[in-house]
């Protein structure tokens, strides 16, 4: 997971813009394993009441179509970003028999939790 977008070192970048950088990782990440949807769901599926929209999508239509546009709404819109998430264990959970497979996108959610997962404290 290498951060080779930005000339800055992810400690000295806020941390909305290190989640910017974290999902455009994931995006990249997603899309060399051949797991980025071209076409939208339909909106139906994305209105799911179940976590991670598990009754309409599959995990990497949820973190495509779902998680990502919402963190960078949130970024975007300078709106609080989420402080208690847990992405990478779910990523765990769906791709276990393919665990090498799936590394770098893991590695990614991984990161994303642990950047916003209680960051409010941190400032």
């Not at 402080?83 to 590394?103: C, D, F, N, Y």
Request: proline share 7%.
């Amino acid at each position: 997971m290498a951060n080779s977008s930005s000339n800055k070192p992810m400690a000295a970048q806020s941390i909305a813009q290190q989640t910017l950088t974290l999902l455009a990782q994931l995006e990249a990440d997603l899309q060399a394993a051949e797991l980025w949807d071209k076409q939208m769901p339909k909106p139906a599926q994305l209105m799911s009441s179940q976590p991670f929209a598990t009754d309409t999508l599959d995990f990497h239509q949820w973190v495509q179509f779902i998680m990502i546009p919402s963190l960078r709404q949130c970024v975007q819109q300078r709106k609080p970003l989420p402080t208690k998430i847990a992405v990478s264990p779910m990523a765990l959970e769906v791709w276990k028999g393919q665990l090498k497979a799936h590394r770098e996108i893991i590695l990614t959610l991984k990161a994303i939790d642990e950047l916003l997962d209680g960051h409010h404290e941190r400032h």
